[in-house]
């Protein structure tokens, strides 16, 4: 079943959708966290395309252009929060 744009993402292991939607609190501690840049690269990366075109998209939505290195590190550090937050609800 594909992801429907502007609905909660629970992303977990290889951005990968989970089957199972997150508690209302743990999204809304997320959003807080996340940037807009953030969410959209996490969305956009569910969607298991190539770098190249997930860069693409991002840049497309945002209004400007995100570099390999930029999409990375935002890639990267969005994941940490998603997995902390996952974390903190699990405990």
Avoid: W
């Avoid at 959708?17 to 508690?23: D, E, N, S, Y």
């Amino acid at each position: 079943m594909p992801a429907r744009l502007g609905g909660p993402l629970n992303l977990c292991g290889r951005g990968r959708l989970a089957a199972r939607r997150l508690p209302r609190y743990h999204l809304r501690v997320m959003a807080e966290q996340l940037t807009d840049l953030q969410k959209i690269i996490l969305e956009i990366h569910a969607r298991d395309l190539t770098v190249r075109d997930s860069i693409r998209q991002v840049s497309a939505r945002v209004g400007f252009f995100v570099g390999q290195q930029r999409y990375q590190d935002e890639l990267a550090k969005a994941q940490e929060i998603v997995e902390a937050d996952a974390e903190q609800a699990n405990a």
